[in-house]
């Protein structure tokens, strides 16, 4: 049964909500994980989301300016009418102020736990509340918190790390360190926190063992696996600003191809690392600096830096073909890749070959998944 957390405190209404952008006037959003569907929600102001098999749902409410003056004051208002009760902890999200909560109340006498995580804003307020029967807790426990880490306040913070992941780890973080990148224009020393890139390898991992859920799935796993690189996209863009303004610098900006060039021959000479033993992925952070990591490490990291060029770029991966490569939206010759009506040319991270070219017993896009990563 349906644990209906929305109905403990507010009244709703019933119509279909599937769209990940929740309001577009201030562009927030959510990716949540494959299979989930629509519940109880009026569509525009209060949304509602269950798994597929009813043991957990995730609701999100969107107050108005001025209804609540704090996160604190909010927390306390829904929570006291929830009857829950559990830890609250105060931090900064995007800037804002928040709460971070634990979760312990009961719906018609069955227990529930979860998270609960409260948004302060100068347009909107936000509370998201994800829960789910207290017997499946545990096992629930790493779904709910990413649920509660894809949401997005605006356009701007969905290529910023995800609230639960600023309130383990501050964002902006504090870079007391240094650390050298090699870059194709000589080496620089940059600002460098080890505990951020733990934070991100943590993020990663969490996010691998949501996406090993759908592995024997024949439906879901396409979905999942884009949803799993644009969480590890959400948390790694931002934390490289630094590096991709310092590398950007050096590239041609009026000239795209020759940029993509210059990035994918950069790439292509990292150390083919694979750890079969982990989730066989090096997070974009230790790649930039460490120049290392499989296909999809350093094809989401050439995405990442040409971003900041204005270039678009789309994912591609292939599970029949253990395989992941860029394709990028600029001038030249050679096999394309089309993905939503826009032919990319593709870019092959690891093999030095030129821009443009792919191996012919991989040849067949329709064997390949694209995958959007940023806006």
């Not at 949304?47 to 209804?67: K, Q, W």
């Not at 709460?99 to 509370?127: E, H, M």
């Not at 991100?200 to 063992?209: I, M």
């Not at 990442?304 to 490569?325: K, P, T």
């Amino acid at each position: 049964m349906r644990i209906a957390i929305l109905a403990v405190f507010i009244t709703v209404l019933i119509s279909p909500v599937a769209a990940k952008e929740l309001a577009s006037d201030t562009g927030a959003s959510v990716d949540m994980p494959s299979g989930f569907t629509p519940g109880e929600g009026d569509g525009k102001t209060r949304f509602s989301y269950f798994d597929a098999n009813e043991g957990m749902e995730f609701d999100i409410l969107i107050f108005e300016p001025g209804r609540y003056s704090s996160a604190e004051i909010m927390a306390a208002d829904l929570l006291g009418g929830m009857g829950s009760k559990g830890d609250l902890s105060s931090f900064t999200y995007q800037g804002r102020g928040a709460v971070l909560a634990d979760l312990g109340f009961t719906v018609g006498g069955d227990p529930r736990k979860g998270y609960a995580v409260f948004i302060s804003g100068t347009q909107n307020s936000y509370a998201l509340v994800a829960a789910a029967e207290a017997s499946r807790f545990e096992s629930y426990s790493e779904l709910i918190i990413s649920c509660l880490d894809a949401f997005s306040i605006d356009r701007a913070a969905r290529r910023f790390p995800g609230p639960v992941s600023q309130f383990l780890f501050p964002w902006p973080a504090a870079r007391t360190e240094k650390k050298t990148a090699s870059l194709p224009a000589g080496s620089v020393s940059l600002p460098w926190s080890s505990e951020e890139d733990q934070q991100v390898l943590s993020v990663a991992e969490r996010e691998f063992r949501v996406l090993s859920m759908y592995a024997e799935s024949k439906t879901l796993w396409a979905d999942a696996w884009a949803r799993y690189y644009g969480m590890v996209y959400k948390e790694s863009s931002a934390r490289l600003d630094s590096f991709t303004k310092v590398f950007s610098d050096s590239l041609p900006c009026n000239d795209p191809t020759e940029s993509a060039r210059r990035v994918l021959a950069w790439v292509q000479g990292f150390l083919y690392e694979r750890d079969f033993s982990g989730i066989d992925f090096v997070p974009p952070l230790s790649a930039a600096f460490e120049q290392r990591g499989d296909c999809d490490s350093r094809a989401m990291l050439m995405a990442i830096i040409l971003e900041r060029l204005g270039i678009d770029s789309v994912l591609m991966v292939s599970r029949e073909y253990a395989h992941a490569m860029l394709a990028v939206d600029v001038p030249g010759g050679g096999q394309r890749f089309t993905y939503n009506g826009k032919a990319y040319l593709v870019a092959e991270t690891t093999a030095k070959v030129g821009i443009g070219m792919i191996d012919a017993s991989q040849a067949d896009f329709s064997k390949w998944l694209g995958v959007d990563l940023g806006e």
